[in-house]
């Protein structure tokens, strides 16, 4: 089963709009991990954002924002004025605690183009 | 250097031959993960080492994959009798193991299978 869900394959903007990814994630657990990845076309993953499953404070860091929602199991991200830069695939991913091992469940990605 | 270091960057080889793939994780990170990266399968959990440990080698897709760490640090993914189907990229990461620790990742190792 799908743990997590990214029911946007691409998004394309222009530069400086505002650009905000879905993301649904499905879990047993009361205790989870969330994550937003960035894959560039260079290909490293890296790491952007997290959130713990009992904190849903919703933040600000920089252009980036996210909107965690407990009760409809959502984890939304969103890129304030979108650059060229922002250019990439990004990944939402789970981690439960469960296992004891931490291991990412990724959804299958959001391509985001800005264009210029 | 600071980051996940993966060798080699890209792996070219005929079916059937055996591949290694290295992973030298973040210097005091216990746990290492690897992970494919596949156009059919998105990105796929391989297998878990804490420490030289490996409780978790569930997404392991078959016998032909084994995994071992070593002095709780370099890890190397072997794959034996190469399939067409193993091309990827092999992608692993590291972290301090605790939960809220976001993983780092290298740069991947790119298999091409002829």
């Known amino acids: 089963a799908q743990k997590v869900t990214q029911a946007q394959t691409e998004i394309s903007v222009v530069e400086k709009e505002d650009v905000t990814l879905d993301c649904v994630y499905e879990t047993r657990d009361t205790t989870y991990y969330l994550f937003w990845y960035k894959q560039p076309p260079s290909g490293e993953l890296v790491f952007l954002i997290r959130r713990n499953s009992f904190d849903e404070q919703n933040e600000i860091s920089g252009r980036y924002s996210w909107n965690f929602q407990k009760s409809t199991s959502s984890f939304n991200f969103t890129i304030t004025a979108s650059q060229v830069v922002d250019s990439a695939v990004y990944f939402c991913a789970l981690s439960e605690v469960r296992r004891g091992d931490y291991k990412l469940s990724f959804g299958a990605g959001t391509t985001v183009t800005v264009r210029a | 250097g600071a980051g996940v270091s993966q060798s080699p960057s890209n792996k070219v080889t005929e079916k059937g031959k055996d591949v290694e793939l290295r992973c030298d994780p973040i210097?005091?990170?216990?746990?290492l993960y690897w992970y494919r990266q596949s156009l059919g399968q998105g990105l796929e959990f391989l297998i878990y080492?804490?420490?030289?440990?490996?409780?978790?080698k569930s997404g392991l897709p078959s016998d032909r994959f084994s995994a071992e760490r070593t002095g709780g640090s370099v890890s190397t993914l072997t794959i034996q009798r190469t399939q067409q189907e193993d091309s990827a990229v092999y992608l692993c990461?590291?972290?301090?193991?605790?939960?809220?620790?976001?993983?780092?990742f290298g740069d991947g190792t790119r298999l091409s299978i002829l």
């Open positions: 990461a590291s972290s301090s193991g605790q939960g809220n620790q976001p993983q780092h």
């Open positions: 210097s005091g990170h216990t746990a």
């Open positions: 080492f804490q420490g030289n440990s490996a409780p978790d």
